[in-house]
């Protein structure tokens, strides 16, 4: 594996998967820039060397060439961004001349990647498709799929990935491609950003280490709990998984989310925390309303007293109080999961209150804060702390993955 500090650009064309899979607005607008921001220290690194970059990403989920899914809606902001001319292939496969062409300090940014069913490898069928139909096409995909990845890697002497949202995917631009590069191949800064967040947090982390894992099912983090019992001293369990754990003690709930399939493995977590010495913190009371909405009734119980008709969407002050106490003196931090339905006002001051309390630890303590997970970075960017922790990741089930201890094969590709 070669590193991009080192390896030496001048001359060479680098392709380089991004991860520009980036929201936008009914005008084609860029309503959220952070992913192209954080490639372009890696893009420049290329230039500045006096090398060249192809670029390429998929956008949305297309089936198919779609006009709205197209990276030339992007290509004024990375432009923006980069502070550079951005050359554009209309199609992946057909860039032969415009790659050959490249000098030093251009860029070439290629059609979005997933307009070919070839970079997941997964054949489009119609609804009604027969089973041998089905069978013939998956046979085609995988067949062309080769074709597809030997045509990308023909543009390029090197290649980059710096996609680390995508690397938990075995694509043909995240994974296939790297066999291409065997002595050329390596990981841009993102990748190693993330890679390196998660060793501190999973492997270097110094104690006391505290998870927080919030989202509303049990079933959807079992693997990461599971995995956190043998590293962390404290683990809070928050959102609407809480009352799964609540009611397989016994506690009334009332209408709170619930998976009563879950009670076993619930206990069975309780019971290997205590064994391991973890300290499991649940919600002492809670933020209680009598529907799912903005306008609902609200008051604060014990988590464990809920009336029948009321559901538990938030966590209430003693939690609150609690939870802050724990992270204060904590000197790992990893936050996966809001605390409730941070979404709506009435129910989002728990989950506000633990990016205050992560940020105050980051910043008065010195601790190393992890944000992983969708929508823990939607909080704590939209509380306004997204400044006062250490790392926030851009790879949401690839961050997952990580956790329970995963391999992914976008790091996998470029390791072996």
């Given at each position: 594996?070669?590193?991009?500090?080192?390896?030496?650009?001048?001359?060479?064309?680098?392709?380089?998967?991004?991860?520009?899979?980036?929201?936008?607005?009914?005008?084609?607008?860029?309503?959220?820039?952070?992913?192209?921001?954080?490639?372009?220290?890696?893009?420049?690194?290329?230039?500045?060397?006096?090398?060249?970059?192809?670029?390429?990403?998929?956008?949305?989920?297309?089936?198919?060439?779609?006009?709205?899914?197209?990276?030339?809606?992007?290509?004024?902001?990375?432009?923006?961004?980069?502070?550079?001319?951005?050359?554009?292939?209309?199609?992946?496969?057909?860039?032969?001349?415009?790659?050959?062409?490249?000098?030093?300090?251009?860029?070439?940014?290629?059609?979005?990647?997933?307009?070919?069913?070839?970079?997941?490898?997964?054949?489009?069928?119609?609804?009604?498709?027969?089973?041998?139909?089905?069978?013939?096409?998956?046979?085609?995909?995988?067949?062309?799929?080769?074709?597809?990845?030997?045509?990308?890697?023909?543009?390029?002497?090197?290649?980059?990935?710096?996609?680390?949202?995508?690397?938990?995917?075995?694509?043909?631009?995240?994974?296939?491609?790297?066999?291409?590069?065997?002595?050329?191949?390596?990981?841009?800064?993102?990748?190693?950003?993330?890679?390196?967040?998660?060793?501190?947090?999973?492997?270097?982390?110094?104690?006391?280490?505290?998870?927080?894992?919030?989202?509303?099912?049990?079933?959807?983090?079992?693997?990461?709990?599971?995995?956190?019992?043998?590293?962390?001293?404290?683990?809070?369990?928050?959102?609407?998984?809480?009352?799964?754990?609540?009611a397989a003690e016994g506690g009334k709930i009332g209408s709170s989310i619930?998976?009563?399939?879950?009670?076993?493995?619930?206990?069975?977590?309780?019971?290997?925390?205590?064994?391991?010495?973890?300290?499991?913190?649940?919600?002492?009371?809670?933020?209680?309303?009598?529907?799912?909405?903005?306008?609902?009734?609200?008051?604060?119980?014990?988590?464990?007293?809920?009336?029948?008709?009321?559901?538990?969407?938030?966590?209430?002050?003693?939690?609150?109080?609690?939870?802050?106490?724990?992270?204060?003196?904590?000197?790992?931090?990893?936050?996966?999961?809001?605390?409730?339905?941070?979404?709506?006002?009435?129910?989002?001051?728990?989950?506000?209150?633990?990016?205050?309390?992560?940020?105050?630890?980051?910043?008065?303590?010195?601790?190393?804060?992890?944000?992983?997970?969708?929508?823990?970075v939607a909080c704590i960017n939209q509380f306004g702390y997204a400044d006062?922790?250490?790392?926030?990741?851009?790879?949401?089930?690839?961050?997952?993955?990580?956790?329970?201890?995963?391999?992914?094969?976008?790091?996998?590709?470029?390791?072996?």
């Amino acid at each position: 594996m070669k590193s991009i500090d080192t390896y030496k650009f001048e001359g060479k064309k680098a392709i380089i998967r991004v991860d520009f899979n980036v929201p936008l607005d009914e005008n084609f607008v860029v309503t959220d820039a952070t992913r192209i921001k954080m490639a372009i220290p890696t893009i420049k690194k290329v230039l500045a060397e006096g090398g060249s970059a192809i670029l390429m990403s998929h956008l949305g989920r297309p089936k198919g060439v779609t006009a709205k899914f197209s990276l030339k809606h992007i290509i004024y902001k990375i432009e923006e961004l980069l502070g550079a001319k951005i050359k554009f292939a209309d199609d992946c496969q057909t860039a032969d001349k415009q790659a050959q062409e490249l000098k030093p300090g251009e860029v070439l940014l290629l059609e979005n990647l997933r307009f070919y069913a070839e970079e997941e490898g997964k054949p489009r069928l119609a609804e009604d498709a027969t089973e041998t139909e089905k069978a013939a096409a998956k046979v085609a995909v995988k067949t062309n799929q080769k074709e597809f990845v030997k045509k990308l890697a023909s543009y390029a002497d090197c290649y980059i990935n710096d996609a680390f949202g995508t690397a938990h995917r075995a694509h043909a631009s995240t994974a296939l491609i790297a066999d291409y590069f065997p002595a050329d191949k390596m990981f841009g800064y993102i990748m190693l950003n993330e890679i390196k967040a998660v060793d501190n947090v999973m492997r270097n982390s110094e104690k006391p280490f505290t998870a927080i894992v919030g989202g509303s099912k049990v079933s959807t983090k079992i693997t990461i709990i599971e995995n956190l019992l043998d590293k962390v001293d404290n683990l809070i369990l928050g959102g609407g998984m809480t009352f799964t754990f609540i009611a397989a003690e016994g506690g009334k709930i009332g209408s709170s989310i619930c998976e009563t399939e879950m009670f076993d493995v619930a206990k069975t977590i309780v019971k290997k925390a205590k064994e391991k010495g973890v300290k499991i913190f649940l919600a002492e009371d809670s933020v209680v309303a009598d529907k799912f909405a903005p306008d609902a009734n609200t008051k604060i119980v014990d988590s464990d007293k809920i009336e029948d008709g009321w559901q538990g969407l938030d966590i209430g002050p003693k939690a609150i109080a609690q939870f802050a106490d724990v992270i204060a003196n904590s000197k790992t931090v990893l936050w996966n999961g809001p605390a409730g339905v941070f979404e709506m006002e009435a129910f989002s001051a728990g989950s506000k209150a633990i990016a205050k309390a992560i940020a105050d630890a980051t910043t008065n303590n010195g601790a190393f804060s992890l944000i992983g997970g969708g929508d823990s970075v939607a909080c704590i960017n939209q509380f306004g702390y997204a400044d006062k922790v250490c790392y926030i990741s851009t790879g949401g089930g690839a961050m997952l993955e990580c956790l329970e201890g995963k391999v992914l094969p976008g790091i996998a590709a470029i390791q072996k």
